[in-house]
């Protein structure tokens, strides 16, 4: 299937790694131009070298959460490309975990800076470019926390329904100017940020990592049928369909892919 994007301009942020890595790949492989940005400097080199044979790659390292940041990287995007069309907000973090009388102002500020209100500032940054052309996406990631909250991750959660939210409001203001901005919501995705919770409950309950996957699902995500983690490149079909020509009377939808984890209709 084509997707109909080879002359548009995708920013993808958290392209470092995971998903975003993953999305930056299928979107060049679709023949859009891909500029991949990710706080972390070095791993985001170290990733575009991975991919040099995609000579629509481009890369600049910014922190969402800063408007300075993301500024240098508007400046980059239009000295070496001009505007964007699609932006796939995806650079977030599980942030603060614990029950909540064990978190701190601190851990709120935290979570939601990674989570909602770096989000918000990337739009604000990019939104311009995204009205120019009559033509834009916008693809929030999600989670399934937003609708099925866990209490050891309040912060997180309510940053992840805050997207939903501000995803639904926003696909009001644009889509007839032909600006259209969706949520994709994943569970449990193979992906560093999963190893690293995953590598924390194999050393607490001095088990194997297989062995911690498997008693995670048992327990904590029981409505994952399929009982695995699902893969980047399950939730990058996707994401990539949304961005594309196909999706054109998609508009303010949440498409989770969660092999089920979410118990609600
Ligand atoms: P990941 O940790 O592999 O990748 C996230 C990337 O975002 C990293 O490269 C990180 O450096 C970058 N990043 C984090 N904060 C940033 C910031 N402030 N500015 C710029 N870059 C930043 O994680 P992933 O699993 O690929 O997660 C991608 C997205 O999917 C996140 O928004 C996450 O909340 C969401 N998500 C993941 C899962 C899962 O199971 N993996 C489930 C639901 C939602």
Redesign the pocket.
């Known amino acids: 299937m084509d997707l109909g994007i080879k002359d548009k301009v995708a920013l993808v ?10 999305t930056s790949r299928v979107l060049l492989e679709e023949g859009a131009t891909v500029v991949m ?4 400097e070095e ?2 080199r170290r ?1 575009a070298q991975e991919m040099t044979k995609y000579e629509k790659l481009l890369y600049f ?6 408007p300075e ?1 993301l500024g240098q990287l508007h400046e980059y995007v239009k000295k070496s490309i001009g505007t964007i069309d699609i932006l796939v ?6 942030g603060a975990q614990g029950l909540f009388h064990t978190l701190t102002d601190e851990d709120w500020l935290y979570t939601i ?3 909602l209100h ?1 989000p918000v500032r990337a739009v604000r940054e990019f939104l311009p470019d995204l009205r120019a052309n009559g033509w834009g996406r916008i693809i929030f ?5 937003a609708v099925q909250p866990y209490d050891n991750e309040l912060p ?1 959660d309510s940053a ?1 329904a805050g997207i939903l939210s501000f995803s639904k409001g926003l696909s009001r203001s644009y889509a007839r100017e032909g600006l259209l901005v969706n949520t994709v ?12 919770l995953m590598e924390k409950r194999s050393a607490e309950k001095n088990m194997s990592l297989d062995e911690a996957v498997e008693s995670f699902l048992d327990e904590e995500r029981p409505h994952i049928e399929l009982k695995r ?2 893969q ?1 490149e399950e ?1 990058a079909a996707v994401i990539a369909f949304l961005c594309s020509e196909k999706a054109s009377f998609v508009n303010g939808a949440n498409y989770r892919v ?1 092999g089920g984890s979410v118990a609600t209709l």
């Open positions: 942020t958290g392209a470092a790694s995971g998903i975003g890595k993953e940005t990710d706080f972390d791993r985001l990733t390292p910014a922190d969402i959460r800063s940041s907000q995806n650079a977030g973090a599980t800076e990674q989570n770096g990631i999600s989670s399934e926390n997180y992840k919501s994943p569970a449990f995705i193979e992906t560093p940020m999963t190893d690293r983690r699902g980047v939730v969660d």
